[in-house]
């Protein structure tokens, strides 16, 4: 797939953060929005997650907007892909003020298309362009645009997901939300009340100073979600990053699902169904291509970021590609017929979905699948690009992919070495369903990778 990345100078993978006060200041966003508003015109919603310092930032992203002339309205704090969703059915463009999985000292802006996905690489770098020459469209007093206020919008998105499985599929099932006291907080209880579920919750009152866990849902600030799932008698624990477009799980027991692990579920779920294309990074692990393959799929791979998933489906469905589903192995799963964008509502909801259509626990289900074993490593070197290219030559007669760094394939294992995007650093992962297979390779991949370091 012909998808590449493009050198952006502000905005990451996935908008725009830093730290608030620091680089991440009103001045910069009221510029985002300056910017915004002379590329973008008509209606353009505005959105936050539920950091102390959202209401600040979104005042300045809606002042530049308007100063360009667009009019906004303003959708209050609510989920990432809730604002994607309105703003494909009702806006012509939108700003998210968000730090997504961050500590609770960032914030940040992703901008939204009006198909609903976030912008892409060549718009984004028109974007920067206007920010960095300060080329602004600023309107006279008599075409300023205008704010009004819509938060009861978050509504049709709640309802579109409660909508889009059987009336009271969730009948008899007990679940635990933990949103972390992100965005999801007002979405994801409804939603799983919606579907007919006995709702418990954990950290699911807004709170910007995330006194519960930090807004990354990693192992480590899950125990009260497991805990409450064990006392409860659930079926299983959902919880969210701060602006909810990832959901992770565990199950009935209070055991983490690995990510990759939930992506296979659930393309398992839906390939059973429908057979067809599903898109992931190269990033992702073979258990997902092995269950897709199993019900006579077939993977299409992209650079790493949900940006690079979201347009393939998308381009690949408007080919006439049977696109069934979508995502990375982080929990940002990407169902094509609800939108084109990571959606952890709909992941909860999928879950529930799955376990109402099984007689079998989520524990059980997950044992089920067949297991890899992955070893990660990060190796810090000067010259990251350079250890990446001696890596394509110490491997050339093996299978190489350059979609996004380098992926190595050697009979049944593989291997992606990809250069971090914001330190002087390699991430190293090798993969096999054979654990002695993937230390091999792994131990291969260093024995190039240290007469470098040693030179250094
Ligand atoms: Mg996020």
Known sequence: MAVKKLEKRLFGTNGVRGIVGKD????????????LGSMRKGRIAVGRDSRTSGESLANAVKAGLMAAGCDVVDCGMLPTPALQYLVMHHFDGGAMITASHNPPEYNGVKIIEPDGTEMG??????????????????????????GTTATQLVNDYTDAIIRSVPENIGRNMSVVVDPGCGAASVTTPKILTGLGCRVFSINAQVDGHFPGRLPEPSLDGLKGLADLVRSTGSAFGVAHDGDADRAVFVDENGR??????????????????????????????????????????????????????????????????????????????????????????????????ILAGSDLPLSTLIDQLPVFHMIKEKIRVAHPEHLIELLAESCKTYHIDRTDGLRITKGDAWALVRQSGTEPLVRVMVESA???????????????????????
């Open 121 to 146: 690489d060549e718009q984004t770098l028109l974007l920067e362009e206007r920010i960095f020459s300060r080329n602004f469209d600023v309107k006279s007093w008599e075409h300023v645009g205008s």
């Open 256 to 353: 983490f699902i690995e990510e990759n692990q939930e992506f296979a579920l659930v393309a398992d779920h839906i390939c059973r169904k429908h057979s067809g294309v599903v898109v992931t990074p190269v990033s992702s692990s073979l258990l997902v291509e092995t269950i897709v393959k199993k019900h006579g799929g077939s993977v299409v791979y992209t650079p790493v970021g949900s940006i690079y998933v979201a347009r393939t489906m998308r381009d690949l469905l408007e080919k006439g590609e049977p696109v069934v589903f979508g995502g990375e192995g982080n929990g940002g799963l990407i169902f094509p017929d609800h939108q084109f964008c990571r959606d952890g509502g709909m992941t909860a909801t999928m879950m529930v979905a």
């Open 24 to 35: 991440m200041t009103p001045d910069l966003v009221l510029s985002i929005g300056l910017a």
């Open 434 to 456: 054979v654990p002695d297979s993937a230390r091999k390779f792994f131990q291969e991949l260093m024995d190039y990778i240290s007469p470098v370091l040693k030179h250094e």
